[in-house]
């Protein structure tokens, strides 16, 4: 029973978490004897639990919480939207690669090429072509995610077997029932790959860009706490929350995959 405990992964984790939070708190203690003010370096984890709960303000109307919270709002959904539009087009893209050789020869190295371009270097090129700050995020967010939906489905439509496409073709099947009834669901799992790894990104692509430009949102406000121009707390409220965003958008799409593929999670049991 101990060695089942001790092997389990949620015990390997919580280990992991221990062993953070402990280098965290030395590295506090070593600090606060060097520096005077060591909560504009690296506070305390209690300092930073504290200031969630404190109903001081670090603006005119708003808490540390409130003031994080507003602006995760607005990142959020400009993150989101980018998502949806990043998804349904890299699956688009995918089919019409798959369908047709000539698309696929024409798309793909532009997809790599994309893919190696920093986001930092790619938002003031969309910002030119957009001209409006909101919809450069938008944009930047959508593009980083079509790129792995993109490339999984692709994948995932190739890895179907000869065979079952033989077998549809011997009953005189058109294309369009081909892909309506094996190679979109085949793909789907393939999907879900692909949206799994893209949620954490749009929401870090989001957050990097808002540092650029103005107009509110949580990387806006990383900037300006760092600089000073409000409590330094705001700062590491931000970084904890950016980190339990991107990791609960990675468990939603693994709870959506199982509601919508349930034989992935036949599988896993199997295992």
Request: glycine share 6%.
């Amino acid at each position: 029973m101990i060695k089942k405990i001790l092997k389990s992964p949620k015990f390997v984790t919580f280990i992991w978490v221990l062993g953070l939070m402990i280098v965290w708190e030395l590295g506090a203690f070593v600090i606060a004897g060097t520096k005077r003010t060591p909560e504009n370096v690296l506070p305390h984890l209690w300092q930073i639990l504290q200031s969630v709960f404190t109903t001081k303000k670090v603006t005119a109307t708003q808490t540390a919480l409130q003031l994080v919270l507003f602006n995760a709002g607005i990142t959020l959904g400009r993150a989101l939207i980018g998502f949806i539009f990043g998804a349904l087009f890299g699956y688009l893209l995918a089919i019409m690669m798959r369908r047709f050789a000539a698309i696929e020869k024409i798309a793909f190295p532009y997809l790599m090429l994309i893919q190696l371009i920093p986001i930092l270097g790619m938002a003031p090129v969309v910002l030119a072509i957009t001209q409006d700050i909101n919809k450069s995020r938008i944009v930047i967010a959508a593009i980083l995610t079509f790129y792995p939906v993109a490339v999984n489905t692709l994948a995932g439509l190739k890895a179907i077997e000869k065979e079952k496409l033989e077998l549809f073709y011997s009953y005189a099947a058109r294309s369009f029932e081909v892909y309506q009834k094996l190679m979109i669901p085949a793909s789907i799992p393939s999907l879900f790959t692909g949206l799994k790894i893209a949620a954490p990104m749009a929401v870090t692509a989001s957050i990097l860009v808002d540092t650029l430009q103005g107009g509110g949102g949580l990387g806006c406000m990383l900037s300006q706490s760092l600089k000073h121009a409000m409590s330094i707390y705001v700062f590491w409220q931000i970084v904890f929350f950016s980190a339990f965003v991107g990791i609960m958008s990675f468990y939603l799409m693994v709870l959506l995959e199982k509601l919508f593929v349930p034989g992935a999670r036949v599988s896993k049991k199997r295992r």
